[in-house]
């Protein structure tokens, strides 16, 4: 591949987490299609299904169906996923870091995904943009 070289999919899901398969057998396409490293699949596949359950369940009213984007653009050796959907606005950069020290019962519950959102990927980034959130979030490797 050409160091300019720059290749874009985007696919489109639900706000159902039977969605999920939808999103592992695409991220598994483009594994093959753009040859990507596979020791990198497992850790994507996390991300996406942290960062995408989130908004599956937090993000909009009960029982509404809404559509959310998942970009995928790969240049050079980095891929970088945006995730766009219309639910209630939310910055999950701004979440403050669990105290890891903590035992699992002394813990509050939830913010553990984001943290690991942070710790797998190379840099993490929100933006509401009119009634859209977005989140983007990049990942490089040799």
Known sequence: METSEKMHKKLVIKNKISEMERVIAFLEQMEKKWNLPAALIPSINLVLEEALTNVIFYAYEEDTENEIEVDFELKD????????????????TKKSEPDINLSAEDRPIGGLGIFLIKQVMDEVSYQRNGKFNQLTMLKNWQ
């Not at 050796?77 to 999950?92: A, E, H, N, Y």
């Open 77 to 92: 050796k980095q891929l970088i996923l945006v995730i766009t959907d219309s639910g209630k606005p939310f910055d999950p």
